[in-house]
């Protein structure tokens, strides 16, 4: 076998072996096994209309006029305005107020939280939660004309499974007429 033969031969067991993944050796000396071990998957972004996270876990005024039971989160159809033509709205009437929605994450890793929230002239400020705890600051809806902003919350570690995101009502800019608040979207990017 000429040397260009054998540099070529290596060559293509090496191309072969990185393409397979880290192989790792089982085994005594002269008896060892040799399996493929697969490639770590690349984490994906996760994109989530929230209008298909409903029905909220946790959707009530505090400590508001309504009946127990009554959720104040809905779907608000806004088509051509809106991700996915729908938002979820969350009307009330007291601070403190809050809606909590389930998420999956498929794969464990480091994610870049980011929220689309709907702002309005009767929109409150809110208070962003992941898993009961804090991301980020308060956040001020209001603005004189209707619309959206897109607000990056935070980078986190998020294990594989079920989490919550919560915005709780925590007052209003002065010249707000309400204490709204609603959600478009939240994406995870690794």
Known sequence: MSLRSLVLSVAAVAATALAAGPVLADGDAGTETVRAVPAPQALQPVYLEAEDLLPALESFDAPGERAPGIAVARRVEANDIASGNA????????????????????????????????????????????????????????????????????????????????????GKAEASGGLGAGLDYLSLEP
């Open 87 to 170: 938002q979820v709205g969350l009307t009330n009437e007291d601070v403190g107020t809050r809606l909590t929605l389930r998420f999956n994450v498929p794969a464990s890793g480091e994610y870049n939280v980011t929220a689309r929230l709907v702002r309005g002239d009767a929109s409150a400020i809110v208070q962003p939660l992941l898993d009961g705890r804090p991301l980020g600051s308060t956040i001020d809806l209001y603005a004189a004309e209707a619309g959206y902003v897109e607000t990056l919350l935070g980078r986190v570690e998020l294990a594989r499974g079920d989490h919550t995101f919560t915005l709780t009502v925590t």
